[in-house]
């Protein structure tokens, strides 16, 4: 099973670890968070796994170079610029091969305990071009879902903004929090590539790709209702994976 781990962000939230180091070697519990995350995906049936690179890519290029994890892992290389979530995405579509087989797609700096294997078996069951992974896990930023699960919109809730403009959700309709954990076909991403090109730009989040897809890209979630889950971009949710790992004495969730 194909997977894709995007690990090219500047972590500025991070300053000053990410100064002088690319955010995806952040350790926590002395394991760096790329580590962490390949693992996972290796343990859970993924054996080729992409990574796209841009802060200090030659550290993460040296990384990868220098330990074995026992699965394929090569680079998408964004060091000349970045592309965001969505453009880096689309460059990276070149490695993926020409099967067929959907890819899962995982930020780096996510710590959960997602059930990564079975979420790939949700989704293929479900029919769905593209599966968002969520939870109802307290968040500024949620996505809005119909009765049947299918995405809707985007709300902000400090400024109440609605993604597309003048959204009206249903009465049916239900919020949850974005994981960063998704799964794409590859005709899902052949729209990526026409939205790009349509839309002239390179680089972009991945975000507004969801929020303007064709209709006939069926787009939806798959809701665990008690997920853990520590985004470690901010330094007070890294302490608090320390803490976690520290009291755990695990490598993982």
């Known amino acids: 099973m194909k997977a894709f781990i995007l690990a090219a962000g ?5 300053k000053p670890w990410t100064d002088s180091h ?47 994890f026992g699965v394929t892992v090569r680079l998408s290389d964004e060091s000349d610029r970045l592309l965001d979530t969505g453009g880096g995405l689309l460059k990276a579509s070149e490695l993926f091969g020409n099967d067929q087989g959907p890819v899962f797609v995982h930020n780096v700096d996510i710590l959960s305990d ?12 479900s029919g769905r071009d593209i599966s968002l992974v969520t939870s109802p896990r307290d968040s500024s930023r949620k996505l809005i879902f119909g009765p049947d699960g299918t995405l809707e919109g985007w709300h902000n809730l400090i400024t109440e903004e609605y993604r597309p403009a003048g959204i009206k959700p249903s009465p049916d309709s ?7 954990i998704y799964i794409m076909e590859r005709n899902a991403i052949s729209a990526l590539g026409h939205f790009a090109e349509v839309s002239r730009i390179d680089k972009f989040p991945i975000m507004d790709f969801f929020l303007s897809a064709p209709p006939d890209i069926n787009i939806g979630e798959i809701r665990l209702e008690a997920l853990n889950l520590i985004d470690i971009g901010k330094p007070e949710t890294l302490l608090k994976a320390e803490s976690l790992f520290r009291d755990l004495g695990t490598k993982n969730f």
């Open 22 to 68: 690319p955010k995806a070697l952040v350790p926590v519990g002395g394991i760096p968070m790329l580590e962490r995350v390949i693992l996972r995906l290796r343990d859970n049936g993924f054996n080729d796994i992409v990574v796209n690179v841009h802060h200090f890519s030659d550290q993460i290029i040296s990384f990868l170079a220098n330990n074995d």
């Open 174 to 180: 239900h919020e949850s929090a974005f994981s960063g």
């Open 114 to 125: 997602a059930p990564l294997n079975d979420l790939m078996r949700q989704h293929k069951e």
């Open 10 to 14: 500047l972590g500025t939230r991070l």
